[in-house]
């Protein structure tokens, strides 16, 4: 059979083709039945829900597809900003980019040589005694207000 995938289709046992007169192209004819058929068949499969499904495809597609520049695009910052765009091979792809920044992240994560803030707890470190405490306006509660008496 010729054409069987348009058969498939079109839902057609067979797709007859007739000779054309005097040279003409050959050509297919559909009678009344098989026109029923195809009716029958779009019915079915829901030809109206194509056009909404496609609609619903493309807005998916048009959303993946700027996602993905703005995650390309945001690599490719990191990238520059951490000075790795030589160590990028030329065909590299995202996910060899993604992987270079993984390793750079792991490489600061275990590096020993980065600032290190000592914790405040209120105590000197080293065994110096405190100078504020002799300030008068500390000793006040210490002393259980013993103030200076006023002479009259």
Known sequence: MKYPKLAAVLGLQTITIQSGLFGAN????????????LED?????????????FDALQISFNTLKGEKEGLQSAVTQALELNGL????????????AVELLGAKCKEYGGATNRHN????????????????????HNRVMTEKFNFPKIKE
């Open 26 to 37: 050959a050509h297919t004819r559909l009678d009344e039945e098989q026109l029923q058929k």
């Open 85 to 96: 765009t030589d160590q990028l091979k030329e065909n590299a792809t995202s996910i060899n």
């Open 117 to 136: 803030f000592v914790k405040n707890t209120g105590e000197y470190q080293d065994d110096t005694p405190d100078p504020a405490q002799n300030y008068q």
């Open 41 to 53: 068949q779009l019915s079915s499969s829901g030809g109206d829900d194509l056009q909404t499904n």
